[in-house]
């Protein structure tokens, strides 16, 4: 499973300007030690940037303590990268992801810790989601999976049979 967290940033009034900050973003990507990621860039309105930063969950039940550490690095090291582009190309930058758009906003200098706290929480939820997803579908923890036999299939009536009323029912049998 992955969450997709996307930075969108002000208005920047010099094109030039945001091709310095794409053209930045590879080196301060190795500055974090995220250089593996690969943000998708796109220029929203020509004169404001939307990065979208994917960071991959792996398997849900994950026991190596380093790998589920992992991906809660990476998504508060690319916090950090932005806060780093805030300040040093005047820029700020709207954070969400796709459950919520608005989880915070890096401006500057000012401190991220607060943001950096609602990414690893959206990470961890995204995580316990994941181990309650069987096959693209949600499963309750402690409900019973049951696959479908093939010799089953002549005994048991299917779900559409059950919820059609029989052929002779008549509703209202004083109006015939």
Known sequence: MQIRFVYTSSPVDDPERIE??????????????IDAATPQIEIVDADSLSIAWVVDLGDA??????????????????????????SQFRVSWDVGHELDPHLGRIVGDAAVDELIDEVTTAVEVARSLAELIIDDEFVEPDALVIEANATDEGEDPSWVELFQPPDSFIRFPELE
């Open 20 to 33: 310095t900050i794409v053209a930045a973003l590879p080196a301060e990507c190795r500055k974090q030690q």
């Open 61 to 86: 039940d994950v026991s190596d303590p380093d790998a589920a550490a992992e991906p809660i690095r990476i998504a508060t090291a690319a916090v950090q990268l932005f806060a780093r582009l805030a």
